[in-house]
């Protein structure tokens, strides 16, 4: 059976399977990385329906370094009529890099989604302007680790010390020196 025929499989009767499972065979040749499978796809509104959905990691080349963005692609049942939709998956190391073409859920909205035209568009050509466009924008970077933990500034400069008394009822403090020798009598501290 052919990787389109298992596609056509995968799809409801609700979605037009020839042209649909044709679009997405096109687009996993050219895409190698990216797999489809039916998941469930939650909308705006709280509706929840299974979609044909792509997912994986787009290829672009961004200061002449390959890079793989992580994606999704959603194919609602009137696809190709309607446009899919678009997400940056960033893994927990990433996170999305604020552009005026994605959301701040990661729904990327680019000019050739919105004046999407049957016939005119198709999947393969929408993942090579994703391509292109992260290459000129990447849509996520690498999260900045976090510092180091650091103890508390009082216990950073904390210094071991040993309090002794005197026969006369005082107190003093000898505060070792870097060294580890402790100061000389002259340079304690009566308390």
């Not at 002449?64 to 963005?69: D, F, G, S, T």
């Not at 899919?84 to 005026?100: A, G, L």
């Not at 016939?119 to 970077?141: K, R």
């Amino acid at each position: 059976m052919s990787s389109r025929e298992k596609i056509r499989k995968l799809l409801p009767k609700t979605y037009p399977r020839r042209i649909v499972a044709e679009q997405i065979d096109a687009a996993l040749s050219h895409f190698k990385y990216l797999t489809a499978a039916m998941n469930k796809y939650v909308y705006n509104d709280g509706i929840t329906k299974d979609l044909m959905c792509l997912s994986g990691t787009l290829p672009t080349t961004f200061n002449n370094n390959m890079y793989n963005i992580p994606v999704s692609v959603w194919l609602d049942e009137m696809y190709p009529q309607s446009a899919p939709i678009v997400y940056i998956q960033p893994t927990k190391e990433m996170m999305i890099v604020k552009r005026s073409f994605i959301s701040s859920n990661g729904e990327v909205m680019l000019p050739y989604l919105e004046e999407w035209k049957q016939g005119e568009c198709d999947l393969v050509s929408l993942l090579q302007v994703l391509s292109a466009m992260f290459g000129e924008y990447p849509p996520v970077c690498m999260k900045p680790y976090p510092e180091p933990e650091q103890a508390p500034c009082w216990l950073q400069f904390h210094r071991e010390h040993d309090i002794y008394s005197r026969p006369d009822g005082s107190s003093y403090l000898s505060v070792p020196k870097d060294d580890g020798q402790p100061f000389h009598q002259d340079h304690e501290t009566n308390c």
